[in-house]
């Protein structure tokens, strides 16, 4: 059997992630696709738990830096073994919203934790696994911030309340990752319509075999 592919979403808040994943999971299986949607943290019982842990859980309000990253990647670690490797060896196209380049980004640059820190605790979660392409939508993070905030009305989650300095340097750090990768990354202006957004990653995926 074909392996499958495995594509991943990335950006800062309000760049409209779940909607293309959303959109693109649609449009795979119009093409009779077999395609698994799925999320960072989270997309399996017990990553879920950690999920609500970091995000929601009024206990997490104290949560230091370095427990924040290690519960990422405990999520991580169980999400990749139960659901996302078994998916790509049965052929399936994996797209996931998020995956451990957040974690470069957001407690990598944004938290100041050594990056070499970061990439080993991503290697080790993830047993190496890299996703066959991923789909950076890139806008000014304070368009983003102003998006998120209209959307959640209030009610952001944790990773969403931060000031605007932190948003900045993860927007700079999934740019600075792209320019690094860009036999990987995909960078897509979000800023235009949605309709002119997801033109550009169907072309970008069929330029890759993808679709």
Do not use: W
Not at 36 to 47: D, M, Q
Request: hydrophobic share 45%; proline share 3%; charged share 25%.
């Amino acid at each position: 059997m074909a392996k499958g592919a495995f594509i991943s979403f990335e950006g800062g808040e309000g760049c409209g992630k779940s909607t293309h994943v959303k959109a693109l999971a649609e449009h795979l299986k119009s093409l009779g696709k077999d395609c698994v949607v799925t999320r960072e943290p989270g997309g399996t019982p017990l990553s879920e738990k950690i999920r609500a842990l970091l995000l929601h859980a009024k206990e997490g309000s104290a949560m230091t830096d370095r427990a924040e990253i290690l519960l990422f990647e405990a999520a991580r670690a169980q999400h990749v073994e139960e659901l996302i490797k078994p998916a790509l060896e049965a052929g399936k196209i994996v797209v996931c919203d998020r995956f451990f380049d957040s974690t470069t980004a957001y407690q990598g640059a944004a938290r100041n934790i050594p990056l070499e820190n970061v990439r080993s605790l991503n290697m080790f979660a993830t047993g190496g696994l890299l996703p066959d392409v991923t789909i950076l939508l890139d806008l000014p993070a304070s368009v983003g911030m102003a998006r998120a905030s209209a959307r959640d009305a209030g009610n952001s989650d944790r990773m969403g309340s931060e000031k605007a300095e932190f948003y900045e340097a993860v927007r700079s750090a999934f740019l600075r990752l792209a320019s690094e990768n860009p036999n990987r990354f995909v960078v897509v202006d979000t800023t235009r319509s949605a309709g002119e957004v997801f033109a550009e990653i169907l072309r970008a995926l069929s330029e890759r075999g993808i679709i």
